[in-house]
């Protein structure tokens, strides 16, 4: 089991042998932010490392320029083509790439979620409702031309490894997105008030599910009421409020025990539990299974 961890973490964490790619260190499994060029051999290099089937441990964001694959982001398969880009979040359940052209250009940017909490202010509520609602967008050619001239700019600003001008260009890059996916009317459709407030209280989830387990606290960051939040959840998702927490802390715990060797009573307690017997209960509850075993068969 350690080696296929050890594997898994190295094909998830170590993208050196690519080109176009820079590190800011940082104290996550995965460096602070990376941008990174796939094309020609490095693209069938890249898909043919990835896992069969893994959990993704940081924020990515993927640009299709040339070709096309198909991927399947929380067991819904899409088709990208050129043009194509689509933002996945950490613990998002994913399936190896396949390639659906034989030659293929992608650009990739992946962030932690320690740089992304650091933005969370500044983050454009447009694209954090589309991340959790439609994650996949088409893009104009122009428009992508616009992101190939700022993962230009990323990569040199970023080996200057002055992070707070990191941060800056990062923040106007996601904006730009933004903007596009609400001027896009084809494809992708207007956000509802309804789901900038689930996207609202998803990206909350995601950023604090391991401390905050209570509906009530989310409802207090928000400025509404519970009822409210659970209501507008509801409808938007056709799920409650409480199970989008329980299922994201699930898929948390699952990315610690497929990618990591913290003990049982490490995860409970960076989970927010009281305990690892409370933990243990709650995994087995939604999977059927104990943290232990479902470790056992990895």
Same mark, same amino acid.
């Given at each position: 089991?350690?080696?296929?961890?050890? *594997?898994? *973490? /190295?094909?998830?964490? !170590? %993208?050196?042998?690519?080109?176009?790619?820079? @590190?800011?260190?940082?104290?996550?499994?995965? !460096? !602070? +932010?990376?941008?990174m060029k796939f094309d020609g051999s490095t693209t069938n290099l890249f898909l043919k490392n990835?896992?069969? &089937? $893994?959990?993704?441990?940081? $924020?990515?964001?993927q %640009?299709? #320029?040339?070709?096309? @694959?198909?991927?399947?982001?929380? *067991?819904? !398969? $899409?088709?990208?083509?050129a043009n194509d880009g689509y933002l996945i979040?950490?613990?998002? %359940?994913? /399936?190896r790439l396949e390639p659906t052209s034989e030659h293929m250009e992608l650009y990739v940017m992946s962030i932690s979620r320690k740089f992304m909490m650091e933005m969370n202010l500044? @983050?454009?509520l447009a694209l954090i409702s589309h991340v959790y609602i439609h994650p996949v967008w088409h893009m104009s050619a122009q428009k992508i031309q616009g992101v190939i001239h700022y993962f230009d700019l990323l990569r040199e600003v970023i080996e200057t490894q002055n992070r707070t001008a990191t941060m800056y260009l990062v923040n106007s890059f996601f904006h730009f997105l933004a903007g596009d996916i609400a001027n896009t009317k084809q494809n992708v459709p207007s956000f509802s008030r309804n789901e900038e407030i689930t996207g609202r209280f998803l990206h909350l989830v995601d950023a604090h599910c391991d401390r905050h387990h209570n509906l009530d606290w989310y409802a207090e960051?928000?400025?509404? #009421?519970? /009822?409210?939040?659970?209501?507008?959840?509801? &409808?938007t998702l056709g799920m409650t409020a409480s199970s989008c927490i329980e299922?994201?802390? #699930?898929? /948390?715990?699952? #990315?610690?025990?497929?990618?990591?060797?913290?003990? +049982?009573q490490e995860i409970a307690d960076r989970l927010g539990f009281q305990n690892q017997s409370h933990f243990g209960t709650f995994f087995k509850r939604h999977t059927d299974l104990s943290p232990a075993a479902f470790r056992k068969k990895l």
């Open positions: 089991m350690a080696g296929k961890q050890e *594997n898994e *973490n /190295r094909i998830l964490t !170590d %993208f050196s042998i690519f080109k176009w790619m820079s @590190f800011i260190p940082g104290e996550t499994s995965v !460096d !602070d +932010i990376s941008v990835l896992p069969a &089937e $893994y959990f993704s441990p940081c $924020y990515t964001l %640009f299709v #320029t040339k070709g096309g @694959f198909q991927a399947s982001i929380n *067991n819904q !398969d $899409y088709n990208l083509q979040i950490p613990d998002f %359940f994913m /399936r500044q @983050f454009p960051q928000l400025c509404l #009421t519970t /009822r409210y939040v659970a209501n507008t959840v509801k &409808e299922f994201a802390l #699930t898929r /948390r715990a699952k #990315t610690l025990l497929c990618t990591t060797t913290l003990s +049982i």
